[in-house]
């Protein structure tokens, strides 16, 4: 089209010479007019087209999510077409891409919505938006822009826990009796009578009056004691042909602990060695045991984004961050490996006074024989092979 | 709710195929019209006694109606029992209608006066000369409409079409339809130009006793503008069977708005070119006709060359059958030389005036030529093969890079001299001074240092100054721990610094496209702190 237009131009050139007529002067100015006016005119307007999208960019399981694309033409020009591409994750979306082809008149906005729903756990782009334009007449080559992806988050599904087997202030209650030193002295929960070798700071005077006998304060043992989840995600570890299940099975079991955990008002952490799409050459960096919602919020992020990888295995890990534990900590394990060196760091770790809990995920190879260790060194112990058993913890 | 998207997205493209296709066809219409007046012109100019502007409408009806039996006969095969019938039928209505507004333009008197006669000499007072050249005018737009039908026919594509060519894979070819229909709409442009031309050359004593044109060429300027109106529309045609194969969504009025905003564009350009100066080409036109001449004069001297043994055979055998009478030298009208133009207005502003015109004229063409050979990189890559221009470019390159040359020696000189100027001032000209450098004059490298210094500039501001003795890296980690929403882009722009401040690498446009993205996005978390 563009080839015709300029020959016809050469031709009325030569036209406007021989005939010296100023009417082909006029067309000449036309033609040319709308060859050079056409392409300024559709690249101008371009430029002033901006595009804005806004989600809420962090999401539950299962949650549907609007999604808002205003388009906005800052100009006196309109953009007679404008065809927009919006690349959407397949995993949120059937439709796959956004597609319109839109005509903007000048200074016009306009929105479009369309739904996400939250079927995967995961750290998905929305977008590159893609903006395709062109001058009206086909002369020039189509024009294109392109507005930057966003980033959404889909949290791992979450089970809602009632009864874990542990007792629901203390889930290592194994420490309970044998060390007191965890007694609060804000939360009084009895008195008693004197008896030689109390401490007279522990004395309830008031009751004492009352009474007419020494008296003292009874307190709770053990409320708080901080747990950190450790989550193997280290695919050498899992079985190849169940890897996939077994490792999103521990994600949401894991995710699940550190709600249920949060929900008792208990500080949780979480250490992981998958690999993080934010952290693309190391670990994501563990999460330091921490109580309230936030908190939770910042584990989840992670377990949305953490992936399954050939990383370092859990026992370096464990080795690694248990030195950085406060004493007492309560180790959750989630792993589809129980080997002999395993059970040796998790002894080590015991022994500096940290209580830990084993949750294997998937097919654990020699099972009757790490349950048989579990026993011997009085780590709980509860197993997971599919998403019904942890129904059994909602009971 | 899927299907209803689905009627929608049909509802919206049958919409804007019907709105569409209607236009294409009134517009060709029209422009058919405004050919004929160009013929009409031409005719009057030959027999100013006739008066044809009556088959102005006539022939913008015709044409209506050839377009329109076209789609209605396009079932009917080409030639087959039904479609002769149909055309047969047609003709003859057709025929007998244009007879009666003949007479009706003419008065009826005419008609009586004719019936007197048909008994004996029909076929004379039927087919009179005005009448079969009305014909021989219908015969020409029918077909010509006939034949725009047709290509507009193949650029459309409605859903049971696409339906087709997408389950078959095959498509029909809609640019080459729309460049053959270019082709053919800029033919019939030419050609009115050619006759307006002819009638501009009786000044040259082309056409003798012959009266000069009257009136404007406003029909040739109607013709392009509703030409372009229509390519528009054809380009809004191929795009929306792309997205209709694609099926992409498309507002219902796009066709509309593309119609709307393409006219006011033309009718906007059309006002402009009417304002332009086209009087003040002070003998631009007369040295492209003396350059056309010259390359006529060259090709005049290769035909006689060619030719010259045929000349000399005629002029042998002229001495053998005799020759022909010399003219009477005597009987030749008189030369009158032609009065000149009286010079109106002041010197200066007719210079003004012209230099204006020359700018206006040479910018315009200058540009357009750069676009199109900047469009067309096989053209440019064949000029480059020839000797001549490989010379011609290269002497090009040498000049401009000699340009750039005395450009950053002299843009070097100032900046040395401004630096000199600026270490004389305290710190507080830093600052200002910092706005004014001038990006596009840093190299790569420099660019990448200037983007990492900004990071710095913008830290300290926000109250995270870079301690001397902290090294990149820990005063990256340190910014990164601050504003954890840009900790990667702190990370990876330090590293840029680092190879480019202390590496021999080579430092990429690409690389300072990423760095300054990354330098965007740490000022939005900056002044979002």
Redesign the interface.
Known sequence: ??????F??I?????????????????L???????????L?SRRALHAVQARRSFVPRVFFAEKVPVILEIENKSLL?V??L?LHESLPPELTTAGLF?????L?PREKMRFEYLLEGRKRGFYRIGPLRLNSGD???I??DLQASIEADTLTVYPRMVPITRLGLPSRSPQGALKHRLPVFEDPSRVYGRRDYVAGDSLRRVDWKSTASTGRLQVKLFELSIALETVILLNLNAAEYEYRTRIDATELGIVAAASIASWVTSLRQAVGLVTNGVDP?HENSLPPPVPARRGRAHLMRILDVLARVQSAETCPLVELLQRQVLHFPWGTTLVLITPNLDSDLFDGLFQAQRSGMSVVLVPCGPVPNFPEARRRAEYFGFPLYPLLSERDLEAWRQ | MENTDQESLRQDYAWNERFTVFVQHLLICLMLACALVSIVRFGRFLVPSWNGAYLVPVIFLLCLEAMLTQRLVRRAGFLSGEWLRYRLAEWVVLLVGLKLVIYLVRGFDRLLADMAQWRDRFVETWFSGEYLFAVSMAVLFWGLARIFAEELAQLEGDERLLQIERESGITTER?AV??SL??LV?LV??VM??L??LM??SGLGLFPGSPSPQG??WN??AF??LA?VL??L???S??RVF?SL?R????S??GS??LL??AL??AG??L???L?P??Y?LGL??V??F??GVLGLIGGILLLILFAPLILIWFALSFLFGRSPRPDLSRLPEMIPQPQPPATGEGWSELLKSILFWALFLG??G??LY??IS??QELLDALRRLPLAGAVLRFLRQLRDLIRGVNQSVGQGIQAGLRRLRARRGAAHEAAAWRYTSLRRLTPRQRVLFFYLAMLRRGGEQGLPRHPAQTPYEYARELGGQVPDVE?EVAALTEEFIEARYSRHDITEEDVGLVQGWWQRIKHALRGR
Do not use: K
């Open positions: 089209m563009g080839d015709s237009l300029f016809f131009l031709i009325l050139t030569l036209l406007a010479a021989i005939l010296r007529a100023d009417f082909v002067l006029t067309l100015y036309l033609l040319l007019g709308v060859y050079i006016a056409g392409q005119w309109p007679v077409w065809q597609r319109r082809v839109v005509s008149g009206v007449f086909g020039s080559e934010l | 640019p729309r460049r270019a082709g800029l442009g030419g130009i050619f307006e031309g501009r050359l404007g060429v040739i300027l392009f503008i372009l390519l528009a054809t380009q809004f191929i795009l997205w694609e992409i969504p498309i507002g009025n796009l708005r593309w905003f393409s564009f033309l350009l059309a402009l070119v009417l332009l086209t009087q080409s036109l007369d492209l006709a350059l056309l315009v063409i540009y357009s676009h199109y469009q067309n990667q």
